[in-house]
T-cell receptor, first 111, second 114 residues
Framework: RKEVEQDPGPFNVPEGATVAFNCTYS??????FFWYRQDCRKEPKLLMS???SGNEDGRFTAQLNRASQYISLLIRDSKLSDSATYLC????????????FGKGTRLSVIA | DAGVTQSPTHLIKTRGQQVTLRCSPK?????VSWYQQALGQGPQFIFQ???????QRGNFPDRFSGHQFPNYSSELNVNALLLGDSALYLC?????????????FGPGTRLTVT
């Protein structure tokens, strides 16, 4: 079983739609969780951290379910500029340890 | 405030050759991590340098080696290149003792091995 698994998509949604991505991780000792966004042929950029209590940043909501070992990202009112690959990222231990990335979920928002 | 920079942007090499990629971390950062991202995959951790030492290493062969300099910049060296080494090589910097461990990525070096 891969450490971090995501549905690769693509998800093709119209502007204004709500879309949700899920991600599962295998190591129950995982400590930190993130969503990164990666545009085509660009570097990944941190979109948001994911906390146990859930967190929201504008149109984006991230949630963590430790019991089921999955992380979700909800995007409301999709914009054309949201088109990108969304990478689920897990940090296994505390401290400055390497990030473990999923393969990413590709989102295309269509006018 | 300069972000993470990498050079070169693109590189074409032939099988068996050696390559050196370079990374300068974000101002104030002292830790550099290298990742390999093959087409259609997420980045895979290669190794991490802190205080000029390799601190952690992913599942990559010894053909992959690195170095960190006193100014915190870093190099990634790959010997005896294989076709499968073609990928985007990403450098990420962070602050060694910062528990938030947010890593900032550079734009990457796209390596093509023919």
């Amino acid at each position: 079983r891969k450490e971090v698994e995501q549905d690769p998509g693509p998800f093709n949604v119209p502007e204004g739609a709500t879309v949700a991505f899920n991600c599962t991780y295998s190591n129950s000792a995982s400590q930190s969780f993130f969503w990164y966004r990666q545009d085509c042929r660009k570097e990944p950029k941190l979109l948001m951290s994911v906390y146990s209590s859930g967190n929201e940043d504008g149109r984006f909501t991230a949630q963590l379910n430790r019991a089921s070992q999955y992380i979700s990202l909800l995007i409301r009112d999709s914009k054309l500029s949201d088109s990108a690959t969304y990478l689920c990222v897990v940090n296994i231990r505390t401290g400055n340890t390497p990030l473990v990335f999923g393969k990413g979920t590709r989102l295309s928002v269509i006018a | 405030d300069a972000g993470v920079t990498q050079s070169p942007t693109h590189l074409i090499k032939t099988r068996g050759q050696q390559v050196t990629l370079r990374c300068s971390p974000k101002s104030g950062h002292d830790t550099v991590s290298w990742y390999q991202q093959a087409l259609g995959q997420g980045p895979q951790f290669i190794f991490q340098y802190y205080e000029e030492e390799e601190r952690q290493r992913g599942n990559f062969p010894d053909r992959f080696s690195g170095h960190q300099f006193p100014n915190y910049s870093s190099e990634l060296n790959v010997n005896a290149l294989l076709l499968g080494d073609s990928a985007l090589y990403l450098c990420a910097s962070s602050l060694g003792d910062n528990p938030s461990y947010e890593q900032y990525f550079g734009p990457g070096t796209r390596l093509t091995v023919t």
